[in-house]
């Protein structure tokens, strides 16, 4: 498990810190779009490829992935959106209501990322 800003450096860097420590690895699971997009960078330039040596899923969805070929854990935030202002709007009208939970089911979006074994 590897810690870091959000941002495509972070992939960057923590491709070329495994690359450099010598790790075996065929697939990683990257918190969001902007850093699976530094790590795929990375593993180009050391020769590596996408999905062949290694697969990749991040957890993320932006308007740029529609064109991306990376697989990915989307939470729809156009419901978490419709459901927030829900629960808003019936705070507003009774401050006293009983807050509840909302789950919702992540969706996996299927791309070229993983490799098909």
Known sequence: IYQAPYCWES???YGE???KKGLE???VFIGNYQMAEGFIDCMHEYGEDIPDDISII???ETPGMRRSRVSTI???PQKMAAAAVELL???IHDPEAA???IYEEPVLIKRSSVKHL
Do not use: P, S, V
Request: glycine fraction near 4%; proline fraction near 0%; hydrophobic fraction near 35%.
């Open 99 to 101: 807050t509840k939970r």
């Open 17 to 19: 810190y495994i690359i």
């Open 89 to 91: 709007t019936a705070q």
């Open 58 to 60: 991040c957890f993320d």
């Open 25 to 27: 690895f065929t697939a």
């Open 74 to 76: 989307c939470a729809e």
């Open 11 to 13: 992939g960057y860097e």
